[in-house]
Nanobody, 117 residues
Framework: QVQLVESGGGLVQTGGSLRLSCRST????????MGWYRQTPGKEREAVAL?????????ARSVQGRFTVIRTDAADENRVDLQMDRLNPEDTAVYYC?????????WGQGTQVTVST
């Protein structure tokens, strides 16, 4: 079964940058959208940055201009990175990689991003 494996979370100071990476353990056939969500305690998971097969990107308003989603579809895997710049404490959350193919949804295990003041 396909799994999404994430890496790159950690602790960074306000104004700093981090890059999250996510790769699938095998190619996801019928993949449509791939990207990132995030969640903080007591809140619903929110979409941060997504990219469709056609290259259309969407970003949460709070991250526009600071985050960039980079998607790569290879012969044997699908990959999506999230470049996060000018981070602030409100970006602190667990970030989840996400992919949808038809009726199938896939989630990564989550990676913690903490932005200190």
């Amino acid at each position: 079964q396909v799994q999404l494996v994430e890496s790159g979370g950690g602790l960074v100071q306000t104004g700093g940058s981090l890059r999250l990476s996510c790769r699938s353990t095998e190619k996801i056939y019928g993949l449509n959208t791939m990207g990132w969500y995030r969640q903080t305690p007591g809140k619903e998971r929110e979409a941060v940055a997504l990219q469709t097969n056609g290259g259309a990107q969407s970003y949460a308003r709070s991250v526009q201009g600071r985050f960039t989603v980079i998607r790569t579809d290879a012969a044997d895997e699908n990959r999506v990175d999230l470049q996060m710049d000018r981070l602030n404490p409100e970006d602190t959350a667990v970030y989840y990689c996400y992919a949808i193919a038809g009726l199938s949804k896939y989630w990564g295990q989550g990676t913690q991003v903490t932005v200190s003041t």
